[in-house]
């Protein structure tokens, strides 16, 4: 086995460790454009986790930062070697991954910068600003994705679709994990849609079993139901249009139905989803498309 199928084999392990319906999602995809849908969702499965590994926001910019300068990094030969020995295997797959396929470095460094708001404390104060941060995280996700797909070259014409889709996403996950968040006095969702509904900061750390936290709930479960299912209708488009290649990149909209399905249920309850039920969901979406 050459340097570089064993760096991207440790990428596949893992992504498979830590974000297992990522790996089956990536599994969805022509077999020669997996390892590097895996290399960059793995990148991303490890900015989104570093929170939780940090004991302070400044240890974590520290990180972020350290991943920016390797993104950046134009002059460096990141080839089987020199690369692994100097920052590791999974930087070294992205890095290959990042010239094969020409990712953008400012794409990637913007989807660095938007996680940066994971460490802060304060909360997503309003919609626009969540959609920024839902198009520089998931959205980019997307489109960088696509770009693999398709052999570096950017569909330029699904912008739309990356920021209805991403946002799709975006709330579902946050939706997901908002109970565990709030209890850490944190909000990763638009602070504005729970002051409409009479909750301020402090009300929904206080008490986010309030029936007014439910109404708010609800309706931010019923906004990611319709970017959703405008999200499906785009991807039917994409395959009509003859690029049904690109629809693997989507595989993270499979889940979302469940996910808000599960949530409008039990508006305040820890959520409990097996992978099995993502994995069916996926492969449902993946044979219709």
């Given at each position: 086995m ?8 440790f990428?596949?392990?893992e ?5 297992p319906?990522?790996h089956?999602?990536a599994?969805?995809?022509p ?9 960059l969702?793995?990148f ?7 929170p939780a590994?940090?004991s302070?926001k400044?240890?974590?910019?520290i990180?972020?930062q350290?991943?920016?300068?390797i ?8 080839t ?5 020995a100097n920052?590791g295997p999974?930087?070294?797959a992205?890095?290959?991954?990042q010239?094969?396929f020409?990712?953008?470095s400012d ?14 404390t304060?909360?997503?104060p309003?919609d626009?600003t969540?959609?920024s941060?839902?198009r520089s995280?998931?959205g ?7 770009r693999?797909l398709n052999d570096?070259?950017s ?7 990356f920021?209805?889709a991403g946002?799709?996403?975006s709330?579902a996950?946050?939706l ?6 709030a ?17 301020s900061e ?6 986010p079993h ?6 708010a709930i609800?309706a ?6 319709d970017?959703h ?7 039917k488009n994409?395959?009509?249009?003859g ?5 693997p990149?989507f595989?993270?909209l499979?889940p979302v ?8 249920r ?14 069916w969901?996926?492969w ?5 498309f």
């Amino acid at each position: 086995m050459s340097g570089s199928e064993d760096i991207f084999s440790f990428c596949q392990s893992e992504l498979k460790a830590l974000d297992p319906v990522s790996h089956f999602a990536a599994l969805t995809a022509p077999q020669e454009k997996r390892p590097a849908l895996m290399a960059l969702f793995a990148f991303l499965t490890t900015l989104r986790r570093i929170p939780a590994q940090v004991s302070s926001k400044e240890m974590g910019e520290i990180r972020l930062q350290w991943w920016r300068d390797i993104l950046s990094d134009n002059q460096s030969n990141f080839t089987d070697g020199c690369g692994l020995a100097n920052i590791g295997p999974l930087a070294t797959a992205l890095k290959q991954t990042q010239k094969k396929f020409q990712l953008p470095s400012d794409q990637l460094e913007a989807i660095v910068d938007a996680y940066s708001l994971d460490l802060s404390t304060s909360p997503i104060p309003d919609d626009n600003t969540y959609d920024s941060y839902a198009r520089s995280t998931k959205g980019m996700r997307l489109a960088l994705a696509c770009r693999i797909l398709n052999d570096g070259q950017s569909p330029d014409q699904l912008a739309l679709l990356f920021m209805t889709a991403g946002k799709a996403i975006s709330l579902a996950e946050h939706l997901r994990t908002w109970p565990e968040a709030a209890k850490a006095k944190q909000l990763f969702l638009p602070l504005d849609i729970f002051e409409s509904f009479g909750l301020s900061e402090q009300d929904l750390y206080a008490a986010p079993h309030s029936k007014q936290s439910a109404e708010a709930i609800m309706a931010l479960c019923q906004k990611a139901s319709d970017l959703h299912k405008e999200s499906i209708e785009g991807l039917k488009n994409i395959k009509e249009g003859g690029n049904a290649h690109l629809t693997p990149a989507f595989m993270a909209l499979a889940p979302v139905p469940l996910i808000l399905l599960k949530r409008q249920r039990k508006p305040h309850d820890h959520l409990e989803i097996s992978n099995w039920r993502s994995y069916w969901s996926i492969w449902r979406m993946a044979s219709k498309f």
